[in-house]
């Protein structure tokens, strides 16, 4: 038996509690999770890692080694035991690189040569990497995490990226012209970024943009398909939006839809200004 006055209580705690949501939930959160993986940190890669040069393999393993040199993301260890066509040599070059010191080689796989292309980890480092090679990304021609092709850097373990549906309306200005007005958008959650709000086509004033030649990969979303720029009565913006007609299947739910950088246009979602962004990643 509920004791007197309990039902009134409640139904004021539930009213209480109805109009705070309303005022928490007014205008949109700019905060986002932070990066959390300290520079230095080493982890093991569950997945077999490939790189290939000139349609060779210079590596194949599944011993590869997650190592941060900078709070963004990793890049893999390779054990020098696992390379397959790769041989090292010793440029007799020596610097401190994020996770401690390393001894510079080039990579010749076949009658390739890629100078200055490895990094083999000295005494100093995190212990793990020890008899590992850390490759400059563009040294090889492709990666492989399986037989999946990664582009631009490893995806970190520790990131996340969600496109998700939303209610929320977009309107997108700039210099004073609307260049996109939307009742519904699907926002993209990438870990250490902004929430980006990605808009159908139908919604976009094409007329306002300029296509340019501009193509960005992310190892998480893919290649980009078209970057537009908009030039108003007094300034030029360029490449202040991108599109995705082939996202990776992480990030399908963006195919053919097109976001506007909040650092570079003034965004309106459900209907107040957000305070523009500092950061500058799709």
Not at 52 to 72: C, K, N, P, S
Request: net charge negative; glycine share 8%.
């Amino acid at each position: 038996m509920r004791a007197p006055g309990f039902q009134d209580s409640h139904q004021a705690g539930r009213a209480h509690h109805s109009e705070h949501e309303v005022i928490t939930m007014a205008t949109e959160s700019v905060l986002h999770p932070s990066l959390i993986v300290p520079i230095g940190h080493v982890e093991p890669v569950p997945r077999r890692i490939r790189g290939m040069i000139g349609g060779r393999v210079a590596f194949d393993t599944r011993r590869a080694l997650y190592v941060w040199e900078w709070q963004a993301y990793p890049q893999f260890s390779i054990p020098i035991e696992d390379l397959v066509d790769g041989v090292l040599h010793d440029d007799k070059h020596t610097e401190q690189l994020g996770a401690g010191p390393a001894h510079r080689h080039t990579l010749q796989v076949g009658p390739e040569i890629r100078a200055g292309a490895g990094w083999v980890w000295g005494e100093g480092a995190p212990g793990p990497l020890r008899d590992t090679v850390r490759f400059e990304w563009e040294a090889l021609d492709a990666w492989f995490e399986e037989e999946e092709p990664v582009f631009v850097h490893p995806r970190s373990p520790y990131s996340r990226v969600d496109a998700l549906r939303s209610s929320s309306s977009v309107r997108v200005e700039s210099d004073g012209a609307v260049l996109a007005e939307a009742v519904g958008c699907v926002k993209l959650f990438e870990t250490g970024l902004p929430t980006r709000y990605y808009l159908n086509p139908m919604d976009v004033d094409w007329s306002r943009l300029r296509r340019s030649d501009t193509v960005t990969r992310c190892p998480y979303k893919g290649t980009t398909s078209s970057y537009w720029s908009f030039d108003s009565a007094t300034a030029s913006h360029e490449d202040i939006a991108w599109t995705y007609d082939l996202p990776t299947i992480h990030a399908n739910r963006i195919a053919g839809l097109t976001a506007f950088y909040n650092e570079h246009v003034d965004l309106y979602v459900d209907g107040f200004l957000l305070p523009k962004s500092t950061d500058s990643t799709r």
